[in-house]
């Protein structure tokens, strides 16, 4: 019925049907409070639409605004999940997203048009606190937003920073809140974590060491489910962050004779870097390896079916992916963007130390970059909530996120059984049904959370 309910809303922002009838047409498919869908306009390139409760109840005072750092959100789960709970939701792309296909775009741009965003639902009659959810990579977008919206220009001109921010990012208007719902450890940390330290020659994803192989047999992998030793492990790794700091210095170098007038362009140059594509399970020894980033370092709340909380230190229940090597395809493999593009979106410093284990990661400089959450949290005050999904790997994200979080007021949980999604995994299950309706038991937590009295709803919500 939710996916029923969705294809009605897209119908009427596309002008298929009015907005009316999805009122109509998604009550009388499963008696879902009525919603009303209106396409909004951000700018140039920048499509949003808004879903709010046909009758604006209490919880309609508060919007909350959803973007990605490149993915089409405009028919995202939270639009009309958080919608049918009661609250306005502004879901928009930015001017990088196409089609549910990711492209290349700098993120300094992103971050000024989710200010376009902000800005709107301010000025939005009833709209009394705005609160950013950001999911995935929209983690970085939400979190890079309200760090430079709270601590102006001079928050991402700070010295420690591979990336100065434009002086387009000054007088961003602050959220009154974030949510992370399973936001990874950044743009940044993802990129680094794609990175085939293989590679041996930067014009070619075809010359490979095969000691730094994770695919082969001899060096731990196994199709259903590998287990690396710790010495291939420690290597794997400590060629992993050489490599990532030798391609951000021939970035800079690549970028100081561009400013100079030397480059091969007056305005930017093509980095084109061979197995380091940071979508999906790419060249991560932890996606293959369930034993890494495997459980949590404290004991926290987590969400089992039907919303049933204990307080535990929380396994991942995830299987096992990604079984063949994309590196030596340019299309699938190599992260194909620009000099400029990979300074602010892709880069963050790392330590001789740098590696992750079986419960979290180390030696990366979290502030060394403004597109990484754990780094943004901490220049962060308003309230946070974070949230990882157990069906997944990106869900040890959100205690390292959580223990660097500035806030007073902020909030870590998990989801037994969740995907990255936040639907249920069923390939996870030891029994159908073992993790209920995650995507139900996901909103209720948020919705619960956005409306605790004093927090941005009013006292009688």
């Known amino acids: 019925m939710r996916k029923q309910r969705l294809k009605i809303a897209l119908l009427a922002v596309a002008g298929l049907i009015g907005t009316g009838a999805?009122?109509?047409?998604?009550?009388?498919?499963?008696?879902a409070p009525a919603i009303r869908t209106t396409f909004v306009h951000l700018g140039k390139g920048v499509p949003a639409v808004l879903y709010e409760p046909a009758i604006p109840g209490p919880r309609s005072g508060t919007a909350v605004f959803v973007m990605h750092s490149a993915a089409d959100y405009l028919s995202f789960s939270a639009c009309t999940e958080l919608s049918q709970?009661?609250?306005?939701?502004?879901?928009?792309?930015?001017?990088?997203?196409?089609?549910?296909?990711?492209?290349?775009?700098?993120?300094?741009?992103?971050?000024?048009?989710?200010?376009?965003?902000v800005a709107w639902l301010r000025k939005t009659p009833g709209v009394?606190?705005?609160?950013?959810?950001?999911?995935?990579?929209?983690?970085?977008?939400?979190?890079?937003?309200?760090?430079?919206?709270?601590?102006?220009?001079?928050?991402?001109?700070?010295?420690?920073?591979?990336?100065?921010?434009?002086?387009?990012?000054?007088?961003?208007?602050?959220?009154?809140?974030?949510?992370?719902?399973?936001?990874?450890?950044?743009?940044?940390?993802?990129?680094?974590?794609?990175?085939?330290?293989?590679?041996?020659?930067?014009?070619?994803?075809?010359?490979?060491?095969?000691?730094?192989?994770?695919?082969?047999?001899?060096?731990?992998?196994n199709a259903t489910g590998s287990h690396y030793p710790a010495s291939f492990t420690r290597e794997f790794l400590k060629a992993e962050g050489a490599r990532s700091n030798a391609l951000i210095a021939s970035a800079r170098r690549q970028f100081a004779a561009i400013e100079a007038g030397k480059g091969p362009y007056e305005d930017d140059a093509p980095f084109v870097v061979p197995g380091a594509i940071l979508l999906g399970s790419n060249n991560k020894l932890f996606s293959q390896d369930v034993g890494l980033m495997a459980h949590t370092r404290q004991a926290w709340p987590l969400l089992h079916a039907n919303?049933?909380?204990?307080?535990?230190?929380?396994?991942?229940?995830?299987?096992?992916?990604?079984?063949?090597?994309?590196?030596?395809?340019?299309?699938?493999?190599?992260?194909?963007?620009?000099v400029r593009n990979y300074l602010n979106n892709y880069a963050i410093r790392t330590g001789p130390d740098f590696g992750y284990d079986a419960t979290s990661v180390h030696g990366v400089d979290w502030t060394s970059t403004y597109a990484s959450p754990p780094g943004n949290v901490q220049g962060i005050t308003a309230p946070l909530l974070v949230m990882g999904m157990t069906g997944h790997w990106e869900y040890l994200a959100a205690e390292t996120i959580y223990d660097l979080a500035r806030s007073q007021d902020k909030t870590l949980t998990f989801v037994e059984g969740a995907t990255h999604m936040y639907d249920t995994c069923k390939a996870c299950e030891r029994h159908p049904g073992e993790f209920g309706d995650t995507t139900k038991t996901t909103?209720?937590?948020?919705?619960?959370?956005?409306?605790?009295?004093?927090?941005?709803?009013?006292?009688?919500?």
């Not at 230190?313 to 090597?325: D, G, M, Y």
């Not at 909103?443 to 919500?461: E, Q, S, V």
């Open 22 to 31: 999805v009122a109509g047409q998604a009550a009388a498919q499963d008696a």
């Open 85 to 117: 709970r009661g609250y306005r939701v502004l879901c928009a792309n930015n001017s990088t997203s196409k089609s549910g296909v990711s492209n290349d775009g700098m993120l300094d741009q992103v971050l000024v048009e989710a200010g376009g965003g």
């Open 307 to 338: 919303g049933r909380p204990t307080i535990e230190v929380v396994p991942t229940v995830r299987v096992p992916e990604n079984v063949r090597s994309q590196t030596p395809s340019l299309m699938r493999g190599a992260l194909k963007t620009t």
């Open 443 to 461: 909103y209720d937590h948020i919705a619960d959370w956005l409306a605790k009295p004093g927090r941005f709803a009013p006292a009688n919500d």
């Open 128 to 221: 009394e606190h705005v609160v950013l959810l950001g999911h995935s990579g929209g983690g970085t977008v939400m979190s890079a937003y309200q760090f430079v919206a709270e601590g102006g220009l001079k928050a991402c001109h700070a010295a420690q920073l591979i990336w100065k921010c434009p002086d387009t990012l000054a007088h961003l208007p602050p959220a009154d809140g974030v949510m992370l719902i399973d936001s990874n450890w950044g743009l940044a940390a993802m990129t680094l974590f794609s990175i085939d330290p293989a590679v041996k020659d930067e014009a070619s994803g075809m010359d490979l060491d095969p000691r730094l192989d994770m695919y082969a047999p001899a060096n731990g992998f």
